[in-house]
């Protein structure tokens, strides 16, 4: 398993700045509860999946296999 940072440089710094704005929340979600902050717990559990390969919900992630 190997997690990385989009490749794509606008994607990234659009997260980046949109996780600042929220104060670590991810972005793309509207409630700011414990299970949206950065890296939020959706993510968290698909990579636990031995068989998930994907982005995270914000694209800020991904994890290879």
């Given at each position: 398993?190997?997690?990385?940072m989009n490749e794509n440089e ?17 972005p793309c979600r509207l409630e ?8 939020c717990e959706e993510f968290r ?21």
């Amino acid at each position: 398993m190997k997690l990385s940072m989009n490749e794509n440089e606008k994607i990234v710094n659009a997260v980046k700045e949109g996780l600042k704005r929220t104060g670590g929340y991810c972005p793309c979600r509207l409630e700011r509860i414990p299970e949206n902050k950065c890296m939020c717990e959706e993510f968290r559990n698909q990579i636990k999946d031995p068989q998930y390969e994907g982005y995270c919900h914000c694209r800020l992630y991904y994890k290879s296999l």
